[in-house]
């Protein structure tokens, strides 16, 4: 047999015609090059927000591979259908009469070739693609990729290598093809069909059966193996390359055994095939084996692709057979346009909120991460909308006013009526209304996993999301794949540090309102010193309350008023350049500086259906829950005190919230404290200039984490923002688990 491989070593070097082909593979670096330069170009033209959304030129192989694998197999089907042509063959038969052996012997040396050929084409295709893109290759895309990834990228070195080696498996697909048909035009056409046909017109069907197709294709397999893309898991691609070539050497094997009627090498030739089969059959990809049963989601507004289910859920979590309460859940399917990683949770903020109005609003921005995920979320146990639960939303949707109390009879007092109020809501259903903490929430998500079937869950935790994530995170740290905290409230640190954040961000975007009164004359400030109007006012309110002179109720404001309904529009404006909410807040201001709060009593009236902002029932149920409460008055003033030092435009607003649970009728049942990494990964944190530095302090408390910071305003940007750079970043970390850089930000400008 050593001798018969030798001869066939010989025959393929001295065979003038592979030279010629290993040259010509260079067709394959020029296609690689010509894609990345129009690549480029493209992309050069386009603005920044459309370029993240630009599709990737990934490892620079696609073009050329189809190139590179018709060039491979056309060196290996004329290795033998050269002997039929010129009539060697009758001598190559008659020194090997066993024709098997004979087409096999070519298999080691013509392999050999390839594989080094093909190894060195393969690098040298990406390395030029890279080298045409320059420095653009490395811009991050809303898929997760970049323009043009390097070697450094999760899976690409595999992706290169795989495809090197692939070449290889052209080499001995066109061997199999040309012993099958004994003729260099008939195999030639056979290739062109197999190699550069046949994957034109997969790309031609429709979505995602394109993309079902496209994941058999020869060309797609190296990225499969490695991970990177397509719908096929490793193994499977790899089994699907294998059984490749092993169909076409044992079809050319065959039909040798049929000219010389060997009925064996026939039904081994058959077995061979049948093996190959099954070999090529994709196994089983990530999918969980779920016991939800989904359906069309019935909401008016909800988008066709939404499907949603109820799941049953321990009320008291200490009691696990107790009573039941049901939570609605809405998911959005994985696209199938590439291989399933598994679930993205997002965990609806507030607290109050439904993730499933979320999905319903938002869910156009999760359309690049649902080529990888599901994306689920639920109305959790303590959402505050009409119909929702045993307990009034009338109730739970209003609350008491609060004011900052000088001294211990004023605390004492607050905390009569907090508790009065709270107890009317909680009359309804005492024990629902006990149970509303976010650890009860974390455990609801955990039950939702186990139905999924999925070992690990993702999340995005939205704002006030942060406490249930957090809470999940202590309790089961192994289930967590990824964790995304986008503007995230603290459940770790201490209401001091929280609002030690708070007041110097405030303090910040009063500088920016200035600002831009200074630069815009659709600021009705335009042209006075606008933190001194705002200074007067609030210092003069808190002395005499500026009536709200069109409210019915007499509505009046004091500074610390002022203070608590001009939060939200300091900081998120709305949209640039027009700020919409920063022009109706100067507008306001500049007629509450006269003696009339109208201004503020109307937009307030809008969003909460009273002239003046109150504390509301439902977020306490859960905030007081959760500890977001002062021990005892001696914190509060002193905290109080400390804020007049650290904000003096601000100080005592970051008060209203752990007042509101001054006492509050339920104890902490879900106190704030640290948060172990042991068993976690690392998290990302996003966030604006106004909630940044908070995401930063929770996640600084898990090694190995990183953040990105917006620099603009707004909150919870993966959905409510419109920037694809964050996008980009949540992206990339979701499918690869790849962290920006120490330091990374997201310019408002993009």
């Not at 491979?72 to 039929?84: D, K, N, Q, R």
């Not at 697909?173 to 046949?198: D, K, Q």
């Not at 609350?399 to 109020?421: Q, V, W």
């Not at 001009?566 to 404006?573: D, H, W």
Request: hydrophobic fraction near 45%; charged fraction near 15%; proline fraction near 6%.
């Amino acid at each position: 047999m050593m001798d018969v491989i030798a001869s066939e070593w010989q025959k393929l070097r001295s065979l003038r015609s592979n030279g010629y082909l290993l040259a010509a593979s260079v067709l394959a670096v020029l296609a690689c090059a010509g894609m990345a330069y129009l690549t480029g170009r493209g992309f050069d033209g386009q603005t920044f927000e459309e370029r993240v959304a630009f599709p990737s030129n990934g490892a620079g192989l696609g073009t050329g591979l189809p190139v590179a694998f018709f060039v491979f197999s056309a060196l290996g089907a004329l290795t033998i259908t050269s002997e039929y042509a010129t009539g060697m063959i009758r001598t190559s038969l008659a020194v090997v009469p066993r024709r098997q052996v004979f087409l096999f012997a070519k298999v080691p040396g013509l392999a050999a070739v390839t594989l080094i050929a093909g190894q060195v084409l393969a690098f040298v295709m990406h390395l030029a693609a890279q080298a045409v893109l320059g420095d653009r290759a490395g811009q991050l895309l809303t898929d997760g990729g970049t323009l043009g990834t390097s070697l450094s990228e999760p899976g690409v070195l595999v992706t290169v290598v795989v495809a090197g080696l692939s070449m290889a498996a052209a080499a001995l697909v066109g061997l199999g093809v040309g012993a099958a048909i004994r003729s260099t035009p008939g195999s030639l056409v056979a290739l062109v069909m197999i190699f550069l046909v046949i994957p034109v017109i997969a790309q031609a069907l429709p979505s995602p059966l394109r993309s079902e197709v496209g994941s058999y294709m020869m060309e797609n397999l190296p990225a499969q193996v490695a991970g990177v893309s397509g719908l096929l898991p490793p193994g499977a691609a790899l089994a699907l390359l294998v059984g490749y070539v092993a169909a076409a050497l044992t079809a050319g094997a065959t039909v040798t055994a049929l000219r010389r009627g060997r009925i064996k090498v026939l039904a081994v030739g058959a077995a061979a095939t049948l093996l190959a089969g099954l070999m090529a059959v994709p196994a089983a990809g990530d999918s969980a084996t779920s016991t939800l049963v989904w359906g069309r989601c019935t909401g008016k507004d909800a988008p066709e692709i939404m499907r949603c289910t109820t799941i049953e859920v321990p009320l008291d979590w200490k009691k696990p057979a107790g009573r039941k309460i049901t939570l609605p859940l809405a998911l959005l399917p994985a696209t199938g346009v590439q291989r399933r990683i598994g679930t993205v949770f997002s965990v609806p903020g507030g607290p109050g909120a439904s993730g499933i109005d979320d999905l319903n609003m938002f869910h156009g921005k999760f359309a690049k991460l649902r080529d990888r995920f599901d994306v689920i979320s639920f109305a959790p146990r303590n959402t505050v909308k009409p119909g929702f639960g045993p307990l009034s939303y009338e109730c739970l949707s209003n609350g008491p006013l609060i004011t900052l109390p000088d001294d211990r009879a004023e605390y004492a007092a607050l905390g009569r009526t907090n508790r009065e109020r709270a107890q009317q809501c909680r009359s309804a259903d005492p024990e629902f209304f006990d149970h509303m903490d976010s650890a009860s929430s974390a455990r609801d998500i955990e039950a939702v996993r186990t139905a999924l079937g999925e070992r690990q869950l993702s999340f995005l935790a939205n704002s006030y999301g942060g406490h249930p994530a957090v809470s999940y995170a202590r309790l089961f740290p192994s289930r967590i794949r990824a964790m995304v905290m986008d503007g995230t409230t603290n459940h770790i640190g201490s209401i001091a540090d929280e609002e030690t954040n708070a007041y110097a961000d405030n303090e910040k975007q009063l500088e920016r309102f200035a600002a831009w009164c200074r630069s815009s004359t659709a600021c009705a400030l335009h042209g006075q010193d606008v933190v001194a109007v705002w200074r007067r006012l609030v210092t003069a309110a808190d002395m005499n309350p500026v009536p709200a002179m069109t409210d019915p109720t007499g509505a009046a404001y004091s500074g610390f008023d002022f203070k608590v309904a001009s939060a939200p529009s300091f900081t998120s404006p709305g949209p640039e350049p027009a700020v919409p909410r920063w022009v109706e807040l100067a507008d306001a201001i500049k007629r509450a500086a006269v003696g009339d709060a109208s201004g503020f009593a109307d937009y307030v009236r809008r969003a909460t259906g009273n002239p003046e902002v109150p504390s509301l029932i439902g977020g306490n149920m859960t905030e007081c829950l959760d500890g977001r409460a002062y021990k005892g008055y001696a914190e509060y003033m002193k905290l109080r005190q400390e804020s007049e030092k650290l904000s003096p435009n601000f100080a005592g607003h970051r008060a209203w919230w752990p007042l509101g649970c001054v006492g509050w009728p339920v104890p902490v049942s879900n106190p704030r404290g640290p948060l172990s990494a042991r068993g976690l990964v690392p998290f990302l944190g996003v966030g604006t200039w106004t909630d940044h530095d908070n995401v930063a302090s929770i996640i600084h408390h898990v090694p190995g984490s990183s953040s990105v910071k917006y620099e603009g305003h707004g909150h919870m940007m993966y959905t409510y923002g419109n920037t694809g750079c964050v996008t980009a970043h949540v992206n990339r970390y979701f499918i690869s688990l790849r962290l920006p850089p120490q330091g990374t930000t997201c310019q408002a400008t993009g």
